[in-house]
């Protein structure tokens, strides 16, 4: 068991959910530098630049397999749990050199909350799901605790729904909650960055409506990065954008900005082609 | 499924119907005759003071006490060597070792040939190594540990087979919450794999306690009451045998030793398909 951070409970107080100013400078959070992986000798993405504003969405478009989903794992270094994946290029998250040897990858992990396509609470219950992260963090009080599971409940508008239950199994829930209360778990470890691969992609329209909406809440208090296929959904979500493309069998960057300049004046020619699909 | 198969449409759907029926209602026949004699020809003679009482007149007569204890003994024994062994063994095979991996490759094909091996070589090496290298002698010490050796394959392979069946999703999302690998393990990954567990564990047992061959030259024949670990202690399994191959007359206890063993392996059975279902499942793999 690790021990506990001293931190944990200052930053506690000082970062309470949603009281951060709603207005930013675009100023950037994380900053990806000429970032290559390779899956064995098989490159899925090579050579990204880019650099992402801390508070603002920015949606990941592109085709299926140019390595949007392996690109989110090297931010918080999932790439490590997978056997013969090498990632070269570097990542500054703040002051946090990513891909430095020497990094606490635990604590990393905790400041960048992940959520993947298929909505994957543990086989516990909710209570559970939400409170074992943080015992894991070093947090032990249980009214403290109780407290951070009914805050983060409400920010994903599922206290409602689940508060009479919550010693019930969360796989007892329908997609839509469980994908809400995997974001619920994300939060109460309050991350600086949130990164979503397709979060809504396994979720029926209405469901996916509300996580959308829930996206939205989170822009100004989180950097969030989120994988898409539905540029409709990208168009109205997203601040910023950037566009990946298969390039001679390795993922590329082809066009990155503004999101109103990526979907409605293109440089590139791919993007143009791309985004008119939306259209289309 | 059911329907379909009960009202055959044509005649190869007939024939599939007739050999799937056929096949399972013949083991089913098989084994309700087995249990069938066995409860006919052993439940008279099995009575609190056969169960309690030792053994007279080569076990002619008598009970069968030593011989519960000294089973329970070396199963005991088999388990509680076999069970960290088995588990850690697999842990390390299952999520920290990789499937191409030279140590990975060898230790499985290690494991699933020894898994085959008959388990009169087993007696043979426990005897050897166990009474003799180290001086263990003929005792329930020496059964046990090699009991252990015969069931750790099964109960590794099928320990490493839940875990990977656990998936990868666990492993990532656990990961991207800042969860420790040690507390994945401890938390997620082991209450999964559970299930796993304990199928290699009734298997292992199963086999265990059924064991003759391995024995024999191990805990040996001795059928008094065990005073300790070091002294020779006769299995059940080995009584049946002697009542039956070597004592004219023993017919009568050899049943109802055997209805006895019967009814302990459906006990294991019974008691692990209920951890399975409720007691954890309950608990852990709620849905
Ligand atoms: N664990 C892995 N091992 C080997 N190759 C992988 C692995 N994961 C992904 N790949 C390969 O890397 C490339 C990029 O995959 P990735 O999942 O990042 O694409 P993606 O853009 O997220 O696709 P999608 O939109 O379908 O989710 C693909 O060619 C894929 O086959
Ligand atoms: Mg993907």
């Known amino acids: ?280 | 499924m059911a329907e379909t198969l009960s009202r055959p449409q044509d005649h190869r759907e007939w024939f599939a119907f007739v050999l799937v029926w056929g096949a399972a209602a013949l083991v089913t026949a098989v084994f309700c005759w087995l249990l069938g004699d066995i409860i006919w020809h052993g439940l008279s003679h099995v009575s609190w003071t056969f169960l309690t009482t030792s053994p007279e007149n080569a076990g002619r007569r008598g009970g069968i006490g030593p011989i519960l204890v000294s089973t329970s003994l070396i199963l005991g024994v088999c388990l509680a060597v076999s069970l960290p062994i088995g588990i850690g063994t697999a842990v390390l095979l299952a999520e920290f070792t990789s499937d191409q991996s030279l140590f990975g490759r060898m230790t499985r094909r290690s494991l699933d040939v020894l898994a085959g091996v008959p388990s009169i070589v087993f007696g043979l090496f426990g005897n050897a190594f166990f009474c003799k290298a180290l001086g263990l002698g003929f005792s329930i010490l020496s059964g046990g540990l090699t009991l252990a050796c015969m069931v750790l394959p099964i109960l590794i392979r099928s320990t490493e087979e839940g875990f990977r069946a656990v998936p990868a999703s666990y492993r990532l999302s656990a990961a991207a919450l800042g969860l420790s690998r040690s507390t994945t393990l401890v938390h997620l990954l082991l209450p999964a794999a559970v299930p796993g567990l304990l199928v290699g564990l009734v298997l292992g047992i199963g086999r265990a306690i059924a064991e003759t061959a391995a024995l024999i030259f191990t805990s040996g024949y001795v059928d008094r009451m065990p005073q300790s670990l070091l002294d020779s202690g006769r299995a059940l399994s080995i009584h049946i045998f002697d009542l039956s191959m070597n004592v004219a007359g023993g017919d009568a206890n050899a049943y109802a030793s055997a209805l006895v063993l019967v009814v302990l392996l459906l006990a294991i059975n019974g008691a692990a398909s209920w951890l399975a279902t409720y007691g954890l499942h309950r608990k852990i793999m709620t849905v």
């Open chain 1, 1 to 280: 068991m690790r021990p506990v951070e001293p931190s944990i409970i200052e930053q506690r107080s000082r970062h309470p959910l949603g009281d951060r100013s709603a207005s930013y400078e675009p100023q950037p959070f994380v900053e990806v530098d000429r970032l290559s992986l390779y899956y064995g000798e098989k490159p899925a993405f090579q050579d990204v630049t880019l650099s992402i504003n801390k508070g603002y969405i920015t949606a990941l478009v592109g085709p299926s397999g140019c390595g949007k989903t392996s690109f989110l794992t090297c931010l918080n270094r999932l790439t490590d749990l997978i056997a013969g994946c090498r990632v070269s290029g570097r990542i500054m998250i703040d002051t946090r050199d990513v891909l430095a040897s020497d990094i606490d990858v635990i604590q990393l992990r905790r400041r960048i909350g992940m959520i993947f396509q298929k909505p994957n609470p543990f086989p516990l219950t909710i209570r559970r799901n939400l409170e074992f992260p943080l015992r894991e963090q070093g947090l032990r009080d249980r009214e403290q605790i109780a407290e951070i599971i009914e805050a983060t409940l409400r920010d994903v508008g599922l206290w409602d729904e689940v508060k009479d239950r919550l010693n019930s199994p969360a796989l007892a829930l329908s997609g839509g909650q469980q994908q809400r209360l995997c974001i619920a778990r994300a939060l109460a470890l309050l991350p600086e960055v949130l990164l979503l691969d397709e979060p809504c992609s396994a979720l029926d329209p209405l469901s996916s409506g509300v996580v959308e909406d829930l996206i939205v809440s989170l822009r100004d208090r989180y950097t969030v990065l989120i994988v898409t296929h539905n540029l409709v959904q990208a168009r109205r979500i997203a601040d910023y954008a950037a566009l990946f493309w298969i390039k001679n069998g390795a993922g590329r960057l082809i066009e990155a900005g503004p999101a109103k300049q990526i979907f409605e004046e293109p440089r590139d020619p791919l993007t143009a082609a791309y985004v008119s699909g939306m259209r289309g």
